[in-house]
């Protein structure tokens, strides 16, 4: 069992930056593929970013490619999402998710578990 705590989300302007934290707890934690999704008010949840057990390799929606940037800390078993130029696009309720595999998926169902969920606003 791994229990992910989100961290991080807030209200931010067009332009700024935020930086969520995912800290991970449980049996073997973090020998998990980890991913980033987001989910708005009556849309689907959508994979943001992914990054592989061993951290050698990452992915990302093509909106948040040149924007966001995850990594991954082993020691402090966390996962961490940076964010940067956020837009108003960008609000949305963000997870993060652990699945038992090398690779991340952007397939919300293809993960074993998942955090609570932190709110991001930007304004603009």
């Known amino acids: 069992q791994v229990a992910l705590v989100e961290s991080g989300g807030g209200l931010v302007q067009a332009g700024g930056s935020l930086r969520l934290s995912c800290a991970a707890s449980?049996?073997?934690?973090?020998?998990?593929?980890m991913g980033w999704f987001r989910q708005v008010p009556g849309k689907e949840r959508k994979f943001v970013a992914g990054i592989t057990r061993n951290g050698a390799f990452t992915g990302y929606t093509d909106s948040a490619k040149g924007r966001f940037t995850i990594s991954r800390d082993d020691a402090d078993n966390a996962v961490y999402l940076q964010m940067d130029s956020l837009k108003p696009e960008d609000t949305a309720t963000y997870y993060c998710a652990a699945r038992n595999h090398f690779y991340y998926s952007p397939r919300e169902d293809e993960y074993d578990y998942w955090g609570q969920g932190t709110q991001i606003t930007v304004s603009s």
């Open positions: 449980g049996r073997a934690s973090l020998d998990y593929a």
